[in-house]
């Protein structure tokens, strides 16, 4: 199963016929992932199949409205690759044409932009990743985002991560030590963003395919305390994390608009105290996740979640393992 | 994107928030002028002059001689950053506390020891108050949504009576479709206590400040102290507004309030050549693609023992120039021993990336120890293309012998 998304998964490109969205919608296509349509305003009607070298295994229709593509097609996921000062407008689109899942890859969303959106989305039945995030990736079946896909490998550890190629490097670092991954998620570094740490791990705790979760936070906001207190109370998988930007001096931004330490709140500190205190492995050092994780894996009480999971998946799991 | 006490006065007054009357200053003489044109030869007797920096707790903040670091005193007191004068002959008073401000550096809670040069002053009216109030407008991240605070304790750090008496703050947020109502207003107002002449002043107050916040896209607009005069009038005494970076592209006018002087001279270089560069002080330069690997970046040379030097996000597109340029700005510190590169390649190739460093070594001069760490897409080529470069380069496998090799270098 894994999370949100696997190769059935049939999805959307927004802003498909950009270079940013040709690029990577034939990277995306190459790994694996359905995508089914493109969207972009006035080039309804065409077919659309790369441009400047970077060609798609297969030509998509194009469509000029995300009801239309969805009508045609069935899709069920969008990602967006358009410029930021339109990117809200291609999340609400998305939204009130009632798709389930959509990843905004685009960075510089104003922040007043995005208070609209997180109200538009409260009451409508889509997730939102992102935005400025690098997206979603199910490895071995598909990817929703720009990750490179090669440095994943398919596994039981589901990651989350407010970072870009932090993520890489400690998806790097499992693979590297022969541990894969239930599904990597990138929910982005913004201060408002669709998908936090919480909604997240909930999605890993009630998979059974991912047995530990790894997640990466950074400085600024409290998402990773309040993940800390749920993870405490619910979560019986191992969790390790590592939190980014001890040494980041307060008041400045750290490249992610909400990488920023204010009022004295917000720190590095704060956040591995947080996640220490609710039972957390903790990676002191970035260099040092894969090696956590390892750990983690090798005292945890193996997959016992499974057989308390119950029903007919995860029975026939259970008697897998056994067997 | 930060902006002057002076800067923001004068756009509130655009939404009809009340302020005082001022004038900003750049020079001694102009600031006397300015008291004299505009409060002496009107018979107002109390100015206020007040340092114009972007650092808080100016008021507390004493002003330092930029030469000896001594303490400046005037009038036969230390001078501060924020400093009521009144009485006979007040424009020469002004004149030569301007001339004992400007050029020399403030040193506040805020500032750190280092402080800040004054290069502009605001000279404004006096008032007579009755009471001080705080008055704050901010993101709530948890609920996605813009909260308007209110306190009686004003005129202190807000952050201590969040910590301290949080009761204290009162909240109300900003509903992202119908706006602020004047309920929510009139809701602040009951709280704190307000009737008469105070709470019909400070409900529109509030909801003029609240749409200011909006219409100008801040991501911060605090009023500390919002002060109640004797006669009942609310008047934002100070005021600190930061605009939403993501959204100056919608404001041009925004450019010419920028003040380069406030920032890093470094760090004002790399913003021309679109770097994402923070100057810190420690001793090892580090050039990472990513923000939040940047980050740890950072973290790991502090655990290998050295100290960062800076935060130096290269981007994605780390072509020749922008390694070069991100060279150059690295060292120019004159603090770095030793610069480490750590490039994560994803859709960014890393013998692209080690062609750019070496092209870039033969434009600057670089006598401190390169650290290389180049992994992801085309990782072999890359170290190759190091090795072959007749440089010398520590090259680094991974993340970890990265942090080996810090500690190596930073301990030699």
């Known amino acids: ?323 | 994107m930060k902006i002057h006490e002076y800067q923001a006065k004068e756009l509130l007054r655009r939404f009809n928030v009340p302020t005082l009357q001022g004038r900003a200053a750049f020079a001694a003489e102009e600031a006397g002028k300015i008291c004299w044109e505009e409060f002496e030869s009107k018979g107002i007797t109390t100015v206020v002059v007040k340092a114009q920096v972007h650092a808080g707790g100016r008021g507390k903040g004493i002003i330092h001689d930029i030469a000896t670091g001594a303490q400046i005193e005037l009038f036969g007191k230390p001078l501060r950053g924020v400093t009521v004068l009144s009485g006979e002959n007040l424009s020469d008073k002004v004149y030569q506390l301007a001339k004992a401000m400007l050029g020399n550096k403030l040193v506040t809670i805020q500032t750190g020891a280092a402080g800040c040069i004054v290069h502009r002053l605001f000279i404004e009216q006096g008032c007579a108050i009755e009471k001080e109030f705080y008055a704050g407008i901010v993101l709530d991240r948890q609920s996605s949504k813009n909260t308007v605070m209110v306190s009686t304790e004003g005129g202190v750090e807000i952050e201590k009576v969040a910590a301290e008496t949080p009761g204290k703050i009162l909240k109300e947020s900003i509903d992202p479709l119908a706006g602020f109502q004047a309920f929510q207003a009139k809701r602040l107002a009951f709280g704190l206590g307000l009737n008469g002449n105070a709470y019909k002043s400070f409900v529109p107050f509030i909801m003029k400040l609240t749409q200011a916040y909006t219409d100008l896209d801040c991501s911060l607009l605090e009023i500390n102290p919002l002060v109640l005069t004797t006669d009942g009038e609310f008047i934002a005494l100070d005021a600190k507004m930061n605009f939403d970076d993501n959204a100056l592209y919608r404001h041009p006018e925004y450019e010419e309030l920028h003040d380069d002087s406030e920032e890093d001279p470094l760090e004002v270089e790399a913003a021309k050549f679109d770097l994402n560069y923070i100057k810190l002080d420690g001793n090892v330069g580090c050039m990472v693609n990513g923000a939040g690997l940047a980050m740890a970046t950072m973290d790991l040379i502090k655990l290998s023992g050295g100290s960062p030097a800076n935060f130096l996000d290269v981007g994605g597109g780390a072509d020749v120039e922008r390694i070069a340029n991100a060279f150059r700005i690295m060292m120019s510190d004159v603090n770095v021993k030793a610069v480490l590169i750590n490039i994560f390649g994803g859709i960014v190739r890393c013998d692209k990336v080690a062609d750019g460093i070496v092209q870039a070594l033969n434009q600057v001069k670089v006598n401190v120890p390169v650290i290389v760490r180049l992994d992801g897409t085309n990782a072999i080529e890359a170290v190759e293309t190091l090795r072959n470069s007749g440089m010398e380069f520590k090259i680094a496998t991974n993340f970890e012998d990265a942090a080996r090799k810090v500690a190596e270098t930073v301990a030699a």
């Open chain 1, 1 to 323: 199963m894994s999370i949100l998304l696997n190769k059935s998964t049939k999805v959307i490109v927004q802003g498909v016929t950009g270079s940013e969205g040709t690029f990577h919608t034939a990277s995306m296509m190459e790994y694996g992932t359905k995508i089914v349509a493109g969207v972009t305003p006035g080039k309804g009607g065409t077919v659309y199949s790369g441009k400047n070298g970077m060609l798609f295994k297969k030509a998509i229709p194009v469509f000029d409205t995300m009801e239309q593509a969805i009508s045609a097609t069935g899709a069920t996921a969008s990602i967006i690759f358009v410029p930021p000062p339109v990117a809200a407008d291609a999340i609400l689109e998305s939204i009130d044409a009632g798709i389930g899942l959509i990843v905004c890859i685009s960075e510089g969303i104003p922040t007043a932009d995005m208070v609209k959106v997180a109200a538009a989305l409260k009451n409508s039945k889509s997730r939102l990743i992102g935005p400025n995030c690098p997206g979603i990736i199910t490895p071995g079946e598909a990817k929703l985002g720009i990750m490179p896909g090669f440095i994943h490998k398919p596994g039981r550890v589901g990651v989350v991560s407010r970072s870009g190629t932090l993520t890489y490097e400690a998806v790097k670092q499992l693979t590297d030590l022969g541990i894969g991954q239930s599904t990597c998620m990138g929910i982005g570094g913004d201060p408002i963003i669709g998908t936090q740490f919480i909604d997240a791990i909930k999605l890993y705790n009630e998979d059974y395919k991912t047995d530990a979760i790894l997640m990466i936070g950074e400085i600024g906001g409290n998402a990773e305390e309040t993940a800390a207190e749920y993870i405490q109370k619910y979560v019986k998988k191992p969790v390790i994390g590592f939190i980014a930007g001890k040494t980041a001096p307060p008041g400045r931004r750290m490249g992610h608009a909400g990488a920023i330490i204010s009022g004295g709140k917000g720190t590095a500190d704060e956040k591995f105290k947080a996640l220490a205190d609710a039972g957390i492995h903790i990676a002191e050092s970035p260099a040092d996740i894969g090696k956590k994780v390892a750990e983690a894996l090798a005292t945890a009480p193996r997959r016992r979640h499974v057989a308390l999971r119950g029903g007919r998946m995860g029975k026939i799991r259970a008697k897998k393992l056994k067997s």
